[in-house]
């Protein structure tokens, strides 16, 4: 089994290479001078959007091959600046809603200033569209990644997830809408969670599963932030951003539906031939279970 990352947050099995091997190392390296320094995690998350406007700015000019490779330094600064605000704030027990709320922002925010940057310069209708499906496409496809990391990384811990609450049947149809996408691992996921809580001893199962799901969730950490900074630079270099918003609409769809599916087959499979006992290794090969 592969040995935790030091800052003890995210498992190294399921981690984007270039995270493992660039980002996350070199936000270790600027941990120590950060904290010295007295430099507050909001700091930098704040510090993290500017480098992104900066390279919004950048692509704005994509058909300048200096201006993107700009672009592209500007935005893996932004990305090892996004990695190091957790650190600090886990190294200085900072952590806030405000810190949260600064760190998805610059998250979502950054990309959306890049696709409203390019599309300006583009200026037809037709790049528009584009830009505003793919938007879409990957304000979806990071809500299901997360939730999938998130699942991921509670169940190997032997926890099982609490009963879902779900928005009333008079709640606005746009939550009720969003729920139904966002919820919908969460409701295929409930077999599992039951057999995990049902467990005598649940981690001997989450090691079980750990070790199914992490081809499934290596899939899926191809919808990392990485992978889309350098799409976007290829694309603009090759001459034409539509091509990295086609890739979003298309081939990063197609790799969120396949990972979730993946993701669901590992479930099924364990609940199919686990039942919990006592004593033992914790469970045993049994006919497929049912909920009771």
Known sequence: MTA????????????????????????????????????????????????????????????????????????????????????????TGTASPLGRFLDGLCDHGVFILIYVAMALSIGTGEGWMLAVLAGAAHIGQSSLYEGERARFHRRVRGVAAPTPVYPSADAPLLMRGYDRLAGAPDRLGLPFERLLARQPRPLVLATRYARRAVPAMRVQSLLSANVRVALIAIACLAGNPRIFWWAEIVALSAVTAVGLALHRRVEHGLVSSTSPIRGGDGFSPALPTRDR
């Open 4 to 91: 935790p990352p030091p800052d003890g947050s995210r498992d190294r099995r399921i981690e984007d290479p270039t995270n493992l091997w660039l980002i996350h190392p070199a936000a270790r390296a600027l941990l120590a001078p950060a904290v010295a320094a007295g430099i507050s995690a909001n700091a930098v998350s704040l510090a993290g959007l500017a480098l992104g406007i900066g390279a919004a700015l950048c692509y704005a000019h994509w058909t300048s091959a200096v201006e993107v490779l700009l672009g592209f330094a500007l935005s893996v600064a932004w990305l090892i600046a996004d990695g190091l605000d957790g650190m600090v704030a886990r190294a």
